[in-house]
C-alpha cells in the first residue's frame, strides 16, 4: 500500500478552519491527547528546533514521538520514535485502520495533512509515546496540530512564505502562527525572520501574549546562544540558571542550529522543572549526553546544512545540503555557511519549486554563491527557466540533478572548495537517495551535524 492516493489530496481538501479535523479526532476518542505535547509554529527553524527537543526527551530513554514535514524520501518520516522506529508499511497499516474506523462521511472530508495529523497520533497512542513533539505543517491557527493540548508552543520566526494562503503581510502571518499558544501556558520566541525588520512588531506580539493571558519567553532575553563563549544559557524567571557550553560535535554546528538549540533547550528545560516527572532528568544533566550524540538523530536535522563526501570521476566530492526554500532561509543558510568559517564565494547547485519565490532567493544565494547551475527535478512543482526573471536567465539550467553534477565536475574542481546545494526540500530528499543517504533510523547526530569531511 503506498501513499500516492494520499498524496493526490493534498491540492483538492486544503480548507480553513479545524471543524473536520476536529469531528474525527472526536470520534477516534481523541487519539494521543493524554501524552503531554509541544507545539513548534514558524516560517523557518521548526523542523530543526523540533528535532533538537524531541532528541533532549529522547536521551532519557523513553519513547518519544516527533510529528513533521514534509518528508525527504520516505512518508513515515513524518512520524517519528526514539524507540520504537516506524517504516513506512507499519504506517499504512495506520493508516488502513484509520480509513476502516472512521465513517466515510468523516474521512472523505479530511486534507492530506489532516489525514497525516490523526495517522501521527494513532501511531503515538499505539507505541505508548511518553512525550510527543509536533511540528507546525502551515501557518498555525488553521493548521491541523492545532487540535492538540500543548503544555508549551514555540514560534521559531515569522517571514514570507506560502503567500498563496497565509498573505504577505508579516503582522498578518504572525497573527496565524499566534494561533499555536495556549491561555497560561508558555510561548517561546525565537526572534527570528523578517518580521523582526516590521516597526512595532514587539509591541504587538507583547499586547497578543497579554490579550491571551500567555507567558512569554524570548529569545536573547531568557534564554540564547552567546557567540564569544560558544555557550547557550537559558535564565528563565523563577527556575534554575543553565550555563551550557557547546561541546564536541555541537561545535561544528553553524549559527542558525545553535539558536534554534538554545530554544529547545529552553523548552526542555521548563518542561523538565513543571513537569516535576523524575523519569526526566534536568537539562544540565542530559546536556553532556546531547553533546556526545548519544541517541540515533531526528530525521528533522537532515539537510539543514549537511555536510556529504560523495564519489566522482574527479575524485570526493564535499557538498553542503540545505533545504532553505525561501529568502530568509537561503540568509540563513548563508550566515551559517560563514558561521563555520567555510569561505565564500562557493560553487552551488540550486533547485527551487516554481510555487516559491525563486527570483528573490537566488537574489539571496547569488550575493555569496559562485558560481551557479541550476538544475530541474521531475514533480507536478517543478520549476522550468522561463519562469525566471531576466537577471537569472545567465545561468545554465540543467533538467536534471544528474545532467547538472556532470556539468559540475566540468567546470570545478572538487578539490578546489565544497559545492552548496540547495532550494528545496524535495531536491534535497532526491539527492540524498541518488547518493544512498537518506535518512534511515539510528544514524548518529554526529553524522546530521558534523558530516561526512
Known sequence: MDFDTLFARRSTHIKPGLQRIERSYEFLKRPAARIPAALIGGTNGKGSTSGFLWYLFALNQRNIGLYSSPHLAAFSERCQLSLTPCDDRELADVWRQLQQELPPDHYD????????????????????????????????????????????????SVSKDHQEYLGSDLIGIMNEKLGIMRPGRPLFWGRGGEVCEVPGYREHLLQQTAKHNVPLYEADRDFGYDAPSETIAVNLPNL?????????????????????????????????????????????????LLCEGQAPAPVTLYGRSQRLLVPSTRGPVRLILDVSHNPDGAQAFLTGLASRGLETPMPALVC????????????????????????????????????????????????????????????????????AICGSVLAVGRILQHFDSAPKNGISLERCLSGDW
Not at 126 to 153: H, I, Y
Not at 395 to 415: C, G, K, M
Open 352 to 419: 527551487i519549486l516554481k510555487d516559491k519565490e525563486m527570483n528573490r532567493i537566488l537574489d539571496v544565494l547569488r550575493s555569496r554563491l559562485h558560481p551557479v547551475i541550476l538544475f530541474g527535478i521531475e514533480h507536478e512543482r517543478a520549476w522550468q527557466p522561463e519562469l525566471l526573471d531576466v537577471r537569472h536567465r545567465d545561468l545554465p539550467f540543467y533538467t536534471s540533478f544528474q545532467e547538472a553534477f556532470q556539468e559540475a565536475l566540468v567546470r570545478w574542481n572538487p578539490a578546489d572548495a565544497p559545492w
Open 240 to 288: 534554575p540558571l543553565c550555563s551550557l557550553p557547546l561541546q564536541k560535535l555541537l561545535k561544528k554546528t553553524p549559527l542558525f542550529l545553535r539558536r534554534n538549540l538554545a530554544l529547545a533547550a529552553a523548552m526542555y528545560h521548563y518542561l523538565q522543572q513543571t513537569l516535576g516527572d523524575e523519569k526526566w532528568k534536568p537539562l544540565n544533566e542530559i546536556w553532556p
Open 109 to 156: 472530508e479530511l486534507s492530506f495533512f489532516e489525514i497525516a495529523t490523526l495517522l501521527a497520533f494513532q501511531l503515538f497512542q499505539k507505541k505508548a509515546a511518553d512525550f510527543q513533539v509536533l511540528e507546525v505543517g502551515l501557518g498555525g491557527r488553521w493548521d491541523a496540530t492545532n487540535v492538540s493540548d500543548p503544555l508549551v508552543s514555540a514560534l521559531v
